[in-house]
């Protein structure tokens, strides 16, 4: 972790609130706290060497993976969001997704698969899909891509921010590599979910998902909807379910129509806490 994302995740926040004196003191202890984490911070792993030690691990349900490489899709996990050197190891309630995801993969998990993931973070779901699909190749976005504590021949990590048009139009829509899954696990922001979406749509294969997860954050919580905007995308998806037309301002006429005359099924589904959509390519 570089002293910058050290900064934007824990501190940024904190100083853009701040008054003079307290805005000085969050600079000037910054630096030694950031050294403070570092013998904190999680090792880079060669998943490729790593799995030859324990093979067991590619005969495993994606549960039991997501809690193994502490992933929050899995039902517990120990919160992997504070700073490193307060973390606790003690496992509390994640989304719970993994039966839902499941039965939506266990058909495909050994096929060549081509899986792009949105909002990696550290990358421990992106292990848990490394040994899950054992021949798929596995691309990992983030805003902050040096948190990604993997490394594979069959994983590539980058950096992407969702919240801005041309660097999804750069990174992945400029690119000729189409996707067979695509996971959207970044901001949550009700602008960002709608985007990767209808942006995105064009570059899954036939037969391919699109998943969004925390779908109802936007409609659930004043900071990924802080003008108070609608429609969310969850409002979208039922709209279509309930072939009803919609408008929004972050999706052009062209994306839209792309998405209406290919999309095969739209289905929500409830984790522990909160839900995710589940969309189906023709």
Same mark, same amino acid.
């Given at each position: 972790?570089k002293?910058?994302?050290?900064?934007d995740i824990? =501190?940024?926040?904190?100083?853009?609130?701040?008054?003079?004196?307290?805005k000085?003191?969050?600079?000037? *202890?910054?630096p030694?706290? =950031?050294?403070?984490?570092?013998?904190?911070?999680p090792t880079?792993?060669n998943? +490729?060497?790593?799995?030859?030690? !324990?093979?067991?691990?590619?005969n495993?349900d994606l +549960?039991?993976?997501?809690? &193994?490489?502490?992933?929050?899709?899995?039902d =517990?996990?120990i919160?992997?969001?504070?700073?490193?050197? %307060?973390?606790?190891k003690?496992?509390?309630e994640?989304?719970?997704y993994?039966?839902? &995801? /499941?039965e939506?993969?266990?058909?495909? %998990?050994?096929?060549d698969?081509?899986?792009?993931?949105?909002?990696?973070? =550290?990358?421990?779901?992106?292990?848990?899909?490394?040994?899950?699909?054992?021949? $798929?190749?596995?691309y990992?976005?983030?805003?902050?891509?040096?948190?990604?504590?993997?490394?594979?021949?069959r994983?590539? !990590?980058?950096?992407?921010?969702?919240?801005?048009?041309?660097?999804?139009?750069?990174?992945?829509?400029?690119?000729?590599?189409?996707?067979?899954l695509?996971?959207?696990? $970044?901001?949550?922001? @009700?602008? +960002?979910? #709608?985007?990767?979406?209808?942006?995105?749509?064009?570059? *899954?294969?036939?037969?391919? @998902?699109?998943?969004?997860?925390?779908?109802?954050?936007?409609?659930?919580?004043? +900071?990924?909807?802080?003008?108070?905007?609608?429609?969310?995308? %969850? /409002? #979208?998806?039922? $709209?279509?379910?309930?072939?009803?037309?919609?408008?929004?301002?972050?999706?052009?006429? %062209?994306?839209? /129509?792309y998405?209406l !005359?290919?999309?095969?099924?739209?289905? *929500?589904?409830k984790?522990?806490?909160?839900?995710?959509a589940?969309?189906?390519k023709?």
């Amino acid at each position: 972790m570089k002293i910058k994302t050290f900064f934007d995740i824990y =501190y940024r926040h904190r100083v853009v609130k701040a008054k003079f004196f307290l805005k000085l003191y969050l600079y000037l *202890i910054i630096p030694f706290r =950031y050294l403070l984490n570092i013998p904190y911070l999680p090792t880079k792993i060669n998943l +490729d060497q790593y799995i030859n030690k !324990n093979l067991s691990l590619l005969n495993m349900d994606l +549960d039991y993976l997501f809690e &193994y490489f502490n992933s929050d899709k899995g039902d =517990y996990y120990i919160d992997q969001y504070m700073q490193p050197i %307060k973390r606790k190891k003690i496992r509390i309630e994640a989304h719970g997704y993994s039966s839902i &995801y /499941q039965e939506h993969f266990s058909k495909i %998990k050994n096929n060549d698969l081509q899986i792009l993931e949105l909002g990696s973070f =550290y990358g421990n779901a992106a292990a848990s899909f490394y040994c899950y699909f054992k021949n $798929a190749k596995i691309y990992s976005g983030d805003i902050f891509p040096d948190l990604f504590r993997y490394k594979s021949n069959r994983m590539e !990590n980058f950096y992407i921010n969702t919240s801005d048009e041309d660097s999804i139009r750069g990174v992945i829509l400029e690119k000729s590599l189409n996707y067979d899954l695509i996971m959207e696990d $970044a901001s949550h922001s @009700l602008k +960002d979910q #709608i985007i990767s979406l209808f942006m995105l749509f064009k570059k *899954i294969s036939s037969g391919g @998902l699109f998943i969004c997860e925390e779908l109802d954050f936007p409609d659930t919580r004043v +900071d990924m909807n802080l003008n108070n905007e609608f429609p969310t995308l %969850k /409002q #979208i998806l039922l $709209a279509i379910k309930n072939n009803k037309d919609f408008k929004s301002e972050y999706i052009n006429d %062209k994306d839209k /129509q792309y998405f209406l !005359n290919n999309y095969s099924s739209i289905e *929500i589904f409830k984790g522990k806490q909160n839900e995710v959509a589940i969309i189906k390519k023709k």
